[in-house]
C-alpha cells in the first residue's frame, strides 16, 4: 500500500541525523591535568603534563595603587616575562600572589600573547592583582599549566568539547 520511499523515509533519516553530529553516542570524555608545582620562574606544561621549551618568569612585585584607581588602595603589581612564547599564540599561566604559608591570596592568567616583545626575544608584561589583604603578600607565584586551551566540556560540546584540560585555576585559600 506504501510506495517503496515513503518506507525508507524514517530510516534514512535516523542515518542522516547521527552522522550530522546530533547523536549522543560520541564516546567523550573529560580529564584534567594534575597542577604543577608553583615557582618564581618555571617551565611551563602543556595539557599532557609534557614540559614545553618556554618559561616564565615573576621579575619582580610590589605593593602600590594603580594609577588609574589610586583610591582603591594598594594592588600587587607585577612583571612576568615568557622565554621562548610565540608572540601570537604562545602559553598563558596563573599568576597568584601568596602569603608566607604559599596559600593563594589571589590569582590571575597572564598571557604571553599580550606581552611585549624584547630585543633578546623574551616578552614581557605586567599586571595588577587585587587581593583583599595585601599587607599579607609575601610573593607572586606561577602555576606552570598552561591556561591557554580550550575548556569546553562533554557537557558544554559533546563533539568538540572534552578530551584534557589544564587544572581549575587556584582558588584563595588553595596552598600553592
Given at each position: 500500500?506504501?510506495?517503496?520511499?515513503?518506507?525508507?523515509?524514517?530510516?534514512?533519516?535516523?542515518?542522516?541525523?547521527?552522522?550530522?553530529?546530533?547523536?549522543?553516542?560520541w564516546g567523550c570524555t573529560d580529564t584534567t591535568t594534575e597542577?604543577?608545582?608553583?615557582?618564581?620562574?618555571?617551565?611551563?606544561?602543556?595539557?599532557?603534563?609534557?614540559?614545553?621549551?618556554?618559561?616564565?618568569?615573576?621579575?619582580?612585585?610590589?605593593?602600590?595603587?594603580?594609577?588609574?584607581?589610586?583610591?582603591?588602595?594598594?594592588?600587587?603589581?607585577?612583571?612576568?616575562?615568557?622565554?621562548?612564547?610565540?608572540?601570537?599564540?604562545?602559553?598563558?599561566?596563573?599568576?597568584?600572589?601568596?602569603?608566607?604559608?604559599?596559600?593563594?591570596?589571589?590569582?590571575?592568567?597572564?598571557?604571553?600573547?599580550?606581552?611585549?616583545?624584547?630585543?633578546?626575544?623574551?616578552?614581557?608584561?605586567?599586571?595588577?592583582?587585587?587581593?583583599?589583604?595585601?599587607?599579607?603578600?609575601?610573593?607572586?607565584?606561577?602555576?606552570?599549566?598552561?591556561?591557554?586551551?580550550?575548556?569546553?566540556?562533554?557537557?558544554?560540546?559533546?563533539?568538540?568539547?572534552?578530551?584534557?584540560?589544564?587544572?581549575?585555576?587556584?582558588?584563595?585559600?588553595?596552598?600553592?
Open positions: 500500500m506504501f510506495p517503496a520511499r515513503i518506507l525508507a523515509g524514517p530510516p534514512l533519516a535516523l542515518v542522516l541525523v547521527a552522522l550530522s553530529g546530533c547523536s549522543s553516542s597542577r604543577g608545582e608553583a615557582g618564581v620562574r618555571v617551565r611551563v606544561e602543556d595539557i599532557s603534563g609534557r614540559l614545553l621549551d618556554v618559561t616564565a618568569e615573576i621579575v619582580d612585585w610590589r605593593l602600590e595603587p594603580h594609577p588609574q584607581v589610586p583610591s582603591e588602595g594598594d594592588k600587587v603589581h607585577f612583571h612576568y616575562r615568557f622565554d621562548g612564547a610565540s608572540d601570537r599564540s604562545g602559553p598563558a599561566v596563573d599568576a597568584c600572589a601568596v602569603d608566607k604559608e604559599r596559600r593563594a591570596l589571589g590569582c590571575q592568567t597572564v598571557y604571553s600573547s599580550r606581552a611585549w616583545p624584547e630585543p633578546d626575544g623574551a616578552l614581557t608584561g605586567d599586571e595588577y592583582l587585587t587581593v583583599e589583604h595585601p599587607e599579607q603578600v609575601s610573593g607572586v607565584l606561577l602555576i606552570p599549566n598552561d591556561q591557554s586551551y580550550d575548556r569546553r566540556t562533554c557537557g558544554q560540546d559533546v563533539k568538540d568539547g572534552g578530551g584534557p584540560h589544564p587544572p581549575e585555576p587556584a582558588r584563595v585559600g588553595d596552598r600553592l
